[in-house]
């Protein structure tokens, strides 16, 4: 770029109607990072759960946890200018809705999932972001010193490894249900959460289809929580879970599930993985692939900037259909239905071909 162009300059072919609405509107997007960390204040601070029964001052909420008054205070004022708490008077805060999902263990909360968005290991990795973007893949070895998983993987990583496993449960209970309630179990009896993790997905699966018994695939140090949350709901009968490799091989089935794994791996590793499952599949099987599609360039996706994170943090993308009916063909599956399952996701039925 020439230095004439920068600045307010403006180029031939651009419009800038209103450059001080434009300036406002790029401090608004630069502010985004600041909104992040003052959900991540709410949800470490369990603010929600304070809050839970009636209103409270921040002092009051300070002491429950242990935290600066005047501080506390500050983070729940800019929480109550971004709509997370209201503002009662005197000090004084109350839950709005959107606060109230950053509850701890309760069914639909959103904590884990931002508490691990904003944690260690996704937060460094922005730092590394410019990098990833000029080298084409990323660049979190730099940045954790190993891979993602890798990192999750580590004994003393092990809290937030349990965040973020969690942290998909809550992602995933935004589009289990209406991915549980779109798929059909017709004629399937096994069903495999391939990276399955605490296998929020295929138990409930089984809690809607008493017939079927199912089994998460995932790495050794993740699937002790699988079978807890199995025993926890009742159904360590039909539910075992496995530790493994879905580069190396998967267990056999008649429906795998495949819920945002594709999204964290690069064409050939994708297509290593969907082979696995190809060769695997009982005859007449199914696969069932959930991810957030790519739309039409230039209109407001959330995929496009899922996207984002994808290069950041893995070798991995988000996808548009061509892309994925790319990798489908490659691997011996064919794309036979497609449906929204909510918050932007799509599930993706695949018969073997
Ligand atoms: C983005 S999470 C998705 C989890 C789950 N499918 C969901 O939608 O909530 C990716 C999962 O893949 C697992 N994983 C990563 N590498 C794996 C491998 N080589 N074999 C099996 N699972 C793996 C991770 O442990 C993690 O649980």
């Not at 946890?65 to 205070?73: K, L």
């Not at 800019?78 to 109350?94: H, K, N, Q």
């Not at 549980?180 to 295929?202: E, I, L, Q, W």
């Not at 794994?261 to 696995?276: A, E, G, V």
Request: with cysteine.
């Amino acid at each position: 770029m020439s230095d004439t162009n920068r600045g307010t300059d403006v180029p031939s072919g651009t419009s800038a109607a209103d450059p001080a609405a434009d300036a406002a509107a790029v401090f608004d997007l630069l502010i985004g990072l600041v909104r992040a960390q003052v959900l991540r204040g709410i949800a470490a601070l369990h603010v929600a759960d304070h809050l839970f029964d009636g209103a409270m001052t921040a002092e009051e909420v300070a002491e429950r946890e242990g935290s600066h008054p005047q501080a506390t205070y500050r983070l729940m004022r800019a929480a109550s200018s971004i709509g997370l708490l209201s503002y009662e008077g005197g000090r004084r805060f109350g839950l709005t809705g959107r606060g109230l999902l950053l509850r701890s263990g309760v069914p639909g909360s959103m904590r884990s999932l931002v508490l691990a968005q904003t944690g260690q290991a996704l937060w460094q990795s922005w730092a590394t972001f410019s990098e990833a973007v000029r080298e084409g893949k990323t660049q979190t070895k730099k940045a954790l010193g190993m891979e993602i998983f890798e990192y999750y993987a580590k004994p003393e990583n092990a809290a937030e490894a349990a965040l973020f496993a969690q942290a998909m449960g809550d992602l995933s209970g935004l589009v289990t249900q209406g991915a549980v309630a779109a798929v059909s179990t017709d004629g399937v009896s096994t069903v495999v959460d391939v990276g399955g993790s605490n296998g929020d997905f295929v138990l409930a699966l089984l809690e809607a289809d008493p017939g079927l018994s199912g089994q998460v695939l995932d790495l050794p140090h993740v699937v002790e929580a699988a079978r807890g949350e199995a025993d926890k709901r009742g159904l360590s009968g039909r539910f075992s879970a496995v530790g493994g490799d879905f580069f190396v091989e998967v267990p056999p089935a008649d429906l795998y599930l495949v819920k945002t794994i594709l999204h964290d791996w690069d064409d050939d590793q994708c297509t290593t993985i969907l082979r696995n499952c190809r060769s695997a599949v009982h005859e007449g099987g199914r696969a069932l692939v959930v991810e957030m599609v790519v739309g039409e360039i230039g209109k407001p996706d959330l995929a496009t900037l899922s996207d984002m994170a994808m290069l950041t943090t893995t070798n991995g993308m988000e996808r548009d259909l061509a892309e994925f009916d790319a990798l489908f063909a490659a691997s011996g599956w064919r794309r036979v239905k497609t449906y929204p399952v909510g918050n932007g996701y799509f599930g993706l039925e695949l018969v073997a071909v």
